[in-house]
């Protein structure tokens, strides 16, 4: 599969897919650890309904997520996400050289009579 195929697939899924297919990715790494669905919460510091809630719908806080990906030892991969600018095209490397100028926008006056 090419890099765009990938690109495609990530744009054209939901939300709760990506949910789901990222739940599916811990799990697998917890299943490599031989860690029970139990053992990983405890160890994590979360409760064994948060984590099944989690492995089977994807919905998890943004703390819980990265106590998950500590315990795992995936700090790593949590930290690179994101990380990287993409650019389209040499004109983005270009514009993204430039040093940005910050503008304010002012408020109007507005005269009281």
Not at 38 to 50: I, Q
Not at 56 to 74: F, M
Not at 85 to 104: F, G, H, M, N, W
């Amino acid at each position: 599969m090419k890099t765009n195929d990938n690109i495609l697939t990530f744009m054209s899924e939901s939300v709760s897919e990506m949910q789901i297919a990222l739940a599916d990715r811990i799990k697998h790494h917890r299943l490599q650890k031989n860690l029970t669905q139990s053992e990983l919460a405890t160890r994590s510091g979360l409760s064994l309904a948060s984590y099944r809630r989690f492995e089977k719908t994807g919905e998890v806080s943004l703390k819980s997520l990265i106590l998950i990906a500590k315990t795992l030892n995936l700090s790593d991969d949590f930290r690179a996400l994101f990380s990287q600018v993409s650019y389209r095209s040499i004109t983005d490397v270009l514009e993204a050289q430039k040093p940005r100028k910050r503008s304010r926008m002012r408020a109007s006056k507005t005269n009281k009579s």
